[in-house]
């Protein structure tokens, strides 16, 4: 395993993925680690233009043209990512499985066609280690509601969020040796002590 690893941190909104990167990247600055840091959609200077579009109140995209503006903007992504692969550790919040997750089990597009385009654009690149972080619908729900303001992807029904969050879960038991699962209903210390003593193995 390298020790400058890809790790991702994914799950549904509110589920705790923000404040645990933060957690980690601090982490790291503290322990003088070199890192990125991206999100998706985000990262680079162009990705976050599209991000904006994606996330926008006012947009209505079908389900087709949200998954192309979404591999559009880790396309953005791609030459960042192989300039720090295996140099850096990589942390990144949301990556190829919330696509899976979101697009083929939340809206039912082609799984063949998520994948053909995400092998187009990572190559060889690969994820070393992924944090699901799971959350009741009930939390999720009070979480959202604390935010000053909510995107699109904030604002859908719970019949959707059951359905990524449940992907998400399917997507766990087919790579449980590169995944741990987060319950984010627990206290956010436990849950923080957790991740910081997977990261300092992933990393040494």
């Given at each position: 395993m390298s020790k400058n690893p890809i790790i991702v941190f994914e799950g549904i909104e509110g589920s705790g993925k923000s404040?645990?990167?933060?957690?980690?990247?601090?982490?790291?600055?503290?322990?003088?680690?070199?890192?990125?840091?991206?999100?998706?959609?985000?990262?680079?200077?162009?990705?976050?233009?599209?991000?904006?579009?994606?996330?926008?109140?006012?947009?209505?995209?079908?389900?087709?043209?949200?998954?192309?503006?979404?591999?559009?903007?880790?396309?953005?992504?791609?030459?960042?990512?192989?300039?720090?692969?295996?140099?850096?550790?990589?942390?990144?919040?949301?990556?190829?499985?919330?696509?899976?997750?979101?697009?083929?089990?939340?809206?039912?597009?082609?799984?063949?066609?998520?994948?053909?385009?995400?092998?187009f654009l990572l190559q060889n690149i690969q994820v070393t280690f992924t944090f699901l972080n799971i959350v009741s619908l009930k939390n999720m729900n009070n979480r959202l509601k604390k935010r000053k303001k909510l995107n699109r992807y904030d604002k859908f029904n719970t019949v959707f969020y059951n359905k990524v969050q449940k992907g998400f879960l399917d997507i766990l038991k087919k790579k449980k040796n590169k995944y741990l699962k987060v319950n984010s209903n627990l206290e956010i210390n436990l849950n923080k002590k957790l991740i910081i003593n997977k990261i300092k193995k992933l990393i040494k």
């Open positions: 404040l645990h990167i933060n957690n980690v990247a601090n982490y790291l600055k503290k322990i003088n680690r070199k890192f990125i840091r991206i999100r998706e959609p985000g990262g680079s200077k162009n990705s976050e233009k599209i991000r904006k579009l994606i996330l926008d109140n006012k947009s209505s995209f079908n389900v087709n043209t949200d998954l192309l503006l979404y591999m559009s903007a880790r396309s953005e992504n791609i030459n960042l990512i192989k300039k720090n692969y295996k140099k850096k550790i990589i942390l990144i919040d949301r990556f190829v499985d919330s696509t899976i997750a979101y697009q083929h089990y939340g809206f039912g597009v082609d799984i063949k066609i998520i994948n053909l385009i995400n092998k």
